[in-house]
């Protein structure tokens, strides 16, 4: 797929079809977009399930932090990553090695490694990279009403 660019088809088609999202990266902190990220999704009726190891077992928004997408034991429908676009193949291998897959990765602005996306593609994900989900849901929503 041409990561350039995504129809709203596309972007409205999966965000409709997720419920579960695993934030890879969350903040603790409010001041980080991957902390206002779990806002939204919560708010938009999305179940949020923040992953970053050196928050293990705390809290975010009344959600427990997992150190690592395998120590989920709901299904996960969607992987949405704020990390260095360098961790996204890693990220991508982590999803892969689970047992219970979810469906789509969504890399986040600057999140962006085509070689990675082509793997997960190969496995039968859907992928987005190098776009802001709080934008796209907001647009892909105007667009649809």
């Known amino acids: 797929m ?3 660019h995504y129809s709203d ?3 409205a088609g999966l965000l409709s079809s997720v419920k579960n999202v695993a934030v890879v990266g969350a903040s603790v902190w409010d001041d980080r977009p991957s902390h206002w990220i ?3 999704l919560l708010g938009k009726g999305y179940h949020v399930f923040p992953v970053n190891p050196a928050y293990e077992g ?5 959600q427990k ?4 997408l395998g120590d989920i034991c709901d299904h996960i429908d969607m992987v949405d990553v704020f990390r260095p676009a360098g961790d996204f193949a890693g990220v991508v291998d982590e999803v892969l090695a689970l047992a219970d897959r ?3 990765i969504w890399g986040q602005l600057t999140v962006r490694d085509d070689t990675a996306a082509r793997k997960a593609e190969e496995a039968g994900l859907k992928v987005v990279m190098d776009r802001a989900l709080a934008v796209e849901y907001a647009l892909v929503h ?4």
């Open 58 to 62: 705390q809290t975010l928004m009344g």
């Open 142 to 145: 105007l667009a649809h009403h």
């Open 38 to 40: 779990c806002g939204f």
């Open 102 to 104: 979810p469906h789509v």
């Open 2 to 4: 041409n990561h350039d």
């Open 9 to 11: 088809d596309y972007l």
């Open 65 to 68: 932090v997992y150190a690592h």
